[in-house]
């Protein structure tokens, strides 16, 4: 779960949550049965408003993309070993997002219509 807190006013929100989806939007099964966004710990918030996070939880490690309110997805999985993403940022120019993988020690630099999809 991410949450915001409101220090002036004192208060807290849930923004966004992280169900386990057994099924796709077209009622078919996933492609991936482990999709149990389980423990976020890295968050940037994108150009748009909305949420980039890395997860370190049990099972397969995503860079996931949440709208407050809204649905969550994932962005990349890693395919190489069982490390963990971190450190997600953006591109001045919100075009490059860039994202850490501890081991092997890896920086990725992914493209996309960021904007188109985040936005």
């Avoid at 949450?3 to 929100?13: E, L, P, V």
């Avoid at 971190?86 to 920086?107: E, H, I, R, W, Y």
Wanted: proline fraction near 7%; hydrophobic fraction near 35%.
């Amino acid at each position: 779960m991410v949450w915001f807190y409101d220090y002036k006013a004192q208060t807290i929100q849930l923004v966004t949550y992280f169900p386990h989806q057994t099924q796709s939007e077209e009622g078919t099964a996933v492609k991936y049965n482990d999709l149990t966004f389980d423990g976020p710990d890295n968050v940037t918030v994108t150009p748009w408003g909305s949420l980039v996070l890395a997860e370190d939880g049990s099972g397969a490690s995503h860079v996931l993309s949440a709208i407050p309110g809204g649905p969550t997805y994932a962005i990349a999985r890693n395919q190489l070993n069982d490390s963990e993403f971190c450190g997600p940022t953006f591109s001045a120019d919100g075009k490059m997002l860039f994202v850490n993988m501890q081991d092997p020690g890896l920086t990725l630099a992914i493209t996309g219509p960021w904007e188109k999809y985040l936005g």
